[in-house]
């Protein structure tokens, strides 16, 4: 986030919708950990996350799997300027304003991101099910 309350995308080399910075927990590497690696990895800040703002479970109907995504707090990027992006996953940042959070965004994103500025906000916690906010 920057000092205008915006989060961070980035861009991915291989997809056409924006994400957030994250990737997928490794054998025996618990959450935070995976975290602070990929956000080293893709952006070359070594960042320790804060307190968790929002957990989105999806069950997807077979062939597909149930997935759990977390969602952290960043903290202030305060220099953007100090940003590495991992050029062989990484094209491009930039921080989106909350209005904007739908654009270049899949559904499930936009609302992951919503809902994570809400708990930041209101110093709670928000749990996706589904794609229904079931506590915010």
């Given amino acids: 986030m920057d000092h205008k309350e915006r989060p961070l995308r980035v861009e991915p080399t291989c997809r056409p919708n924006w994400e957030i910075p994250g990737g997928v927990v490794e054998d025996g590497e618990d959450p935070g950990t995976c975290a602070t690696r990929e956000v080293a990895d893709e952006l070359g800040l070594n960042i320790v996350p804060g307190r968790l703002l929002v957990i989105d479970h999806t069950s997807d109907p077979p062939p597909g799997n149930d997935s759990m995504i977390l969602v952290y707090e960043g903290g202030l990027i305060g220099h ?53 906010p079931i506590n915010a």
């Fill in 80 to 132: 953007p300027e100090t940003i590495r992006l991992r050029e062989s996953e990484r094209r491009s940042f930039r921080f989106v304003p909350e209005e904007d959070s739908g654009q270049h965004a899949s559904d499930r994103l936009a609302l992951r991101v919503r809902q994570a500025l809400r708990a930041w906000r209101n110093g709670g916690l928000v749990e996706i099910v589904n794609g229904q």
